[in-house]
C-alpha cells in the first residue's frame, strides 16, 4: 500500500522568510518543532492509503494538473488548528485567485473514479509550519494571529504527487510524479 496526496511546491526562499517570521516572533526558551522546510507544501488533495498497482494509473490520471497556469499566491495571515481546545498546528493562510478551488474540485472528481472520498469541506490553501505539542499559551497565539506580513507573494509553478512513508521520526515524503504548471 502506498499513502498519497497531491501538494504544490512552494518556493524554498518563501519557505525560509516565512520560518524566519516565527523564529522571530516566538520566546527563545520554548522549544518547537518546526516542520522541516523540504516537507512545507499546500497540500490539495490527501489520497490515503491505496494499492501499489493503481499508483501508476492515479499518476497518469492527474496528467490534466498541466492545463492550469501557475499560481500566484501571497501570505495572507497565521493561524491555528485547535483540538479539545488547544491549539494543535499553527498554519499560514494563502490567498490567490479561485481557479485553485476549480483544481481541487476536479481533483475529487477524477481521483474517486479510484474510489478516493470526496473532501467535504472548502479548501483553504494554507502551508502547515508547527505541530504544537504542549500549549504554549495565550501570548504565543495572539503574537501569531495579531500579525500583519509585508508583501509576501510569490508564484508556484510546479504541483507534485507524493508517497508519505509514516515511522517513527515522523514522515517521509518521496515524490512519484511532478506535473509543471503553465
Known sequence: MSRLFVAIKIPDDVINNLLNVCRKLTDTHLEFKWEQ?????????????VEERIVTRIA?????????????????RFGFFFR??????????????????????ELNIRLSIFLVPVEKRKFEPHL???????????????????????????????????KSKLSHSGARYSDIKKYDLK
Open 84 to 105: 479539545i481546545g488547544e491549539p494543535s498546528i499553527l498554519w499560514a493562510g494563502l490567498k490567490t485567485d479561485e481557479s485553485i478551488h476549480k483544481l481541487v474540485e
Open 128 to 162: 502547515t509550519l508547527l505541530r504544537i505539542k504542549k500549549n504554549p499559551g495565550n501570548e504565543f497565539i495572539n503574537k501569531f494571529k495579531e500579525h500583519s506580513f509585508e508583501d509576501m507573494t510569490f508564484i508556484s509553478n510546479q504541483i507534485k504527487l507524493i
Open 37 to 49: 522546510p523540504e516537507k512545507i507544501h499546500v497540500t490539495l488533495k490527501f489520497i490515503g492509503e
Open 60 to 76: 497518469q490520471e492527474l496528467n490534466f494538473i498541466r492545463n492550469y497556469n501557475s499560481f500566484i499566491f501571497s501570505v495572507a
